[in-house]
T-cell receptor, first 113, second 116 residues
Framework: DGGITQSPKYLFRKEGQNVTLSCEQN?????MYWYRQDPGQGLRLIYY???????QKGDIAEGYSVSREKKESFPLTVTSAQKNPTAFYLC????????????FGDGTRLSIL | AQSVTQPDIHITVSEGASLELRCNYS??????LFWYVQSPGQGLQLLLK??????LVQGIKGFEAEFKRSQSSFNLRKPSVHWSDAAEYFC??????????????FGKGTKLSVIP
């Protein structure tokens, strides 16, 4: 079955460390997205990509970086510049075009040690 | 810019009772509207979507939603709630951002608790 795989499910980071969250999709979707979810805040867009080797900042990109070297993969790096990284991170993908719904992975929970 | 408001942070209903979750949006043109459901520690699952046409849309798990342009609302309903419906529900509007790309903007969610 097609879907989106996020790994790991749980991730712990020490102060000053960069960590990378994996997101892979086999839905053949062109667009991919990273969201951050905090309690009571809904989902906030970090970065998105509509095509390989191209990506754009979302509403809260500071302290994060991404790459899109393959259509199937869109890893997110949480850098040491992100001062409050503890959150639930969700990856999504969609077909390009108006009105297309996004399909979500099961998320990665990042915590600071 | 588009925005979504879900006025109720937390709703509790009895099993078997009817349910209505409220969603109001702000967008200058005809919006694309979605409802998603999220179980604890999981991703979001699409319940239903509205693009155009019939203003009452049917979704999975017995849910439906009605688009009311005059009220800028897209409320989610279910006639009889089951204990397994306990989850968090998110309304979203799809629209073009200032950068010219199509994106979803989510509300902050409504947590549903079900009393047996």
């Amino acid at each position: 079955d097609g879907g989106i795989t996020q790994s790991p499910k749980y991730l712990f980071r020490k102060e000053g460390q960069n960590v990378t969250l994996s997101c892979e999709q086999n839905l053949n979707h062109d667009a991919m997205y990273w969201y951050r979810q905090d309690p009571g805040q809904g989902l906030r867009l970090i970065y998105y990509s509509q095509i390989v080797n191209d990506f754009q900042k979302g509403d809260i990109a500071e302290g994060y970086s991404v790459s899109r070297e393959k259509k199937e993969s869109f890893p997110l790096t949480v850098t040491s510049a992100q001062k409050n990284p503890t959150a639930f991170y969700l990856c999504a993908s969609s077909i390009l075009g108006d009105g297309r719904p996004q399909h979500f992975g099961d998320g990665t929970r990042l915590s600071i040690l | 810019a588009q925005s979504v408001t879900q006025p109720d942070i937390h709703i509790t209903v009895s099993e078997g009772a009817s349910l209505e979750l409220r969603c109001n949006y702000s967008y200058g043109a005809t919006p694309y509207l979605f409802w998603y459901v999220q179980s604890p520690g999981q991703g979001l699952q699409l319940l239903l979507k509205y693009f155009s046409g019939d203003t009452l849309v049917q979704g999975i798990k017995g849910f439906e939603a009605e688009f009311k342009r005059s009220q800028s609302s897209f409320n989610l309903r279910k006639p009889s709630v089951h204990w397994s419906d306990a989850a968090e529900y998110f309304c979203a509007v799809g629209a073009y951002s200032g950068a010219g790309s199509y994106q979803l903007t989510f509300g902050k969610g409504t947590k549903l608790s079900v009393i047996p």
